[in-house]
């Protein structure tokens, strides 16, 4: 067998799209139909907006979901896969399976695992960026740069 004969170029496109951080949680979140931004921040706890906005524009850009815009008041935005990422709904599903099968400790129900005990991503509170501790500092109480 050769390796390079073997290789296909599509395949590896799909694997790094679907492979992603966060990319397989957004899709499995919406195969049951058209969310909100803010549902979808909802369902995945562990995300951070920006890092849902990214992964949503990647996937709209990707033709995998459409973002639907209600002109109503309030302007409400809806996120749908489209065809194509319905497709990927079998693969999600099979990838979920082989997680519970393979991943989750033996005896527990991994749909009805409490959230608190999954393991979370998130920075523990009180050990936010140094960027964002820096703001924090009142004036003239920050470090002193000597040269």
């Known amino acids: 067998m050769n390796a390079r004969a073997d290789f296909?170029?599509?395949f590896q496109e799909a694997v790094e799209l679907i492979g992603r951080r966060w990319t397989g949680v957004v899709l499995r979140t919406l195969l049951p139909?058209?969310?909100r931004f803010s549902e979808m921040?909802?369902?995945?706890?562990?995300i951070s907006a920006r890092a849902l906005a990214l992964r949503l524009r990647e996937l709209e850009?990707?033709?995998?979901?459409?973002?639907?815009v209600d002109t109503g008041?309030?302007?409400?935005?809806?996120?749908a896969l489209t065809e194509k990422g319905k497709a990927l709904?079998?693969?999600?599903e099979r990838i979920e399976r082989w997680a519970h099968g393979w991943l989750a400790p033996r005896g527990i129900?991994?749909?009805?695992?409490?959230?608190s005990d999954r393991?979370?991503?998130?920075?523990?509170p009180g050990r936010g960026s140094a960027r964002r501790a820096a703001r924090t500092v009142p004036a003239g109480k920050g470090r002193r740069h000597d040269a």
């Open 109 to 115: 129900n991994p749909h009805r695992h409490p959230p």
């Open 73 to 79: 008041v309030p302007i409400r935005v809806s996120y």
């Open 41 to 46: 921040e909802r369902a995945v706890p562990e």
């Open 33 to 35: 139909g058209p969310l």
């Open 61 to 68: 850009a990707a033709g995998v979901l459409v973002r639907g």
């Open 8 to 10: 296909c170029p599509y």
């Open 119 to 124: 393991v979370s991503r998130r920075t523990p």
């Open 89 to 92: 709904g079998g693969v999600v």
